[in-house]
């Protein structure tokens, strides 16, 4: 009778991945035992300073010299409204500095002067892409983006008299017709809003400018 030999049995491959945390677990198909798996997390690095959100030198993918920031583009009648919407987006895009001189240029020898010309050139391009053609060959040769910006507020947030004189004579004439009560209102309220905006304001302190205050908030 033959003897019936022993084979050695094959030792199972281990069916245990260890990484380091987050343990999670599996069934196997071949043993039915559970398995436990480990994944680890990415080591945590400190981002460079040209990839903080809060760097006013940071330029995103989405930011290109053609951008029209601003719609309807700057006239001689509506510099109000396209100041206020022209300083959201760049307010959104951390580049307000640029326009108000708060970021200076710095010496040609620094190491961010390469990026502030960047920044001021781009900043530069927005307001140029977003005024009239009439206004922008008249700002297109100044060499900096609060240059352009001084520029433009002194031409256009003066003599605001007959603007709002106009907007006034408006109101006299303003109807509801077949507009709805929200509608109407809605426009109403739109003018004041634009005559509230041209109105040049003078703070004053005084016990007067105090009780009337106190008068409009009752």
């Given at each position: 009778?033959?003897?019936?030999?022993?084979?050695?049995?094959?030792?199972?491959?281990?069916?245990?991945?260890?990484?380091?945390?987050?343990?999670?677990?599996?069934?196997?198909?071949?043993?039915?035992?559970?398995?436990?798996?480990t994944?680890s997390?990415?080591?945590?690095?400190d981002?460079?300073?040209?990839?903080?959100?809060?760097?006013?030198?940071?330029?995103?993918?989405?930011?290109?010299?053609?951008v029209?920031?601003a719609?309807?583009?700057?006239?001689?009648?509506?510099?109000?409204?396209?100041?206020?919407?022209?300083?959201?987006?760049?307010?959104a895009k951390?580049?307000?500095?640029?326009?108000?001189?708060?970021?200076?240029?710095?010496?040609?020898?620094?190491?961010?002067?390469?990026?502030?010309?960047?920044?001021?050139?781009?900043?530069?391009?927005?307001?140029?892409?977003?005024?009239?053609?009439?206004?922008?060959?008249?700002i297109?040769?100044?060499?900096?983006?609060?240059?352009?910006?001084?520029?433009?507020?002194?031409?256009?947030?003066?003599g605001?008299?007959?603007?709002?004189?106009?907007?006034?004579?408006?109101?006299?004439?303003?109807?509801?017709?077949?507009?709805?009560?929200?509608?109407?209102?809605?426009?109403?309220?739109?003018?004041?809003?634009?005559?509230?905006?041209?109105?040049?304001?003078?703070p004053?302190?005084?016990?007067?400018?105090?009780?009337?205050?106190?008068?409009?908030?009752?």
């Open positions: 009778m033959a003897q019936t030999r022993n084979r050695p049995q094959r030792e199972q491959p281990s069916s245990s991945i260890d990484y380091d945390v987050l343990p999670s677990s599996q069934t196997s198909a071949t043993t039915g035992q559970r398995t436990t798996l994944v997390d990415p080591p945590l690095r981002r460079p300073a040209q990839e903080d959100a809060n760097n006013p030198y940071l330029m995103s993918t989405g930011d290109h010299p053609g029209i920031l719609s309807p583009p700057l006239t001689d009648t509506n510099f109000q409204q396209w100041a206020h919407d022209f300083n959201l987006y760049v307010g951390n580049k307000t500095g640029f326009l108000t001189g708060t970021i200076p240029q710095p010496s040609s020898d620094h190491h961010l002067f390469d990026s502030w010309s960047r920044c001021n050139q781009m900043v530069m391009s927005w307001i140029i892409h977003s005024v009239s053609p009439e206004i922008k060959s008249s297109i040769y100044l060499d900096s983006a609060v240059a352009m910006w001084t520029e433009l507020n002194t031409r256009f947030n003066q605001n008299g007959p603007r709002i004189f106009d907007l006034r004579t408006s109101l006299i004439s303003f109807q509801q017709g077949d507009d709805s009560v929200s509608a109407y209102f809605t426009k109403l309220k739109a003018i004041w809003d634009k005559i509230n905006e041209l109105r040049q304001r003078t004053c302190t005084c016990a007067a400018a105090n009780d009337s205050l106190k008068l409009q908030n009752l």
